[in-house]
């Protein structure tokens, strides 16, 4: 079991930057894939970024195009922490920010992950 507390949400202006985290306990967090999707109201939840095991201690880092060049994901398994470092807001990007762990195989897809955090509420006023 993975437990999964996102943190760092809140209210942007549209161009300033958040940075919202997601505190993991329970097993072993490392080797984990994980990833960040946002839901935004009357939408699906979409697939944001993740970070996923490519062996040893190597992690490979996939966005969606909406958040390329914008958003940085990245971990710290010392400290069972990812994180989504969001830069360039808009208002488009206002959602509730979710963390997910272990997508077994699919990583851009919601329903492959075993794992969910309760969500972060992000707001970017334009």
């Known amino acids: 079991q993975v437990q999964l507390v996102e943190s760092g949400g809140g209210l942007a202006q549209a161009g300033a930057s958040l940075r919202v985290s997601c505190a993991a306990s329970g097993r072993t967090f490392s080797r984990l894939d994980m990833g960040w999707f946002r839901q935004a109201p009357g939408k699906e939840r979409e697939f944001v970024a993740a970070?996923?095991?490519?062996?040893?201690?190597?992690?490979?880092?996939h966005y969606a195009d909406s958040v390329k060049g914008r958003f940085t994901i990245s971990r710290d398994d010392a400290k069972n922490t990812l994180y989504l470092q969001m830069n360039s807001l808009k208002p488009e990007d206002t959602a509730v920010y979710y963390c997910a762990a272990d997508s077994r195989g699919s990583f851009t897809v919601p329903n492959r992950y075993g794992y969910w955090g309760q969500g972060t509420q992000v707001t970017v006023s334009s």
């Open positions: 970070l996923v095991w490519s062996g040893g201690s190597v992690y490979y880092a």
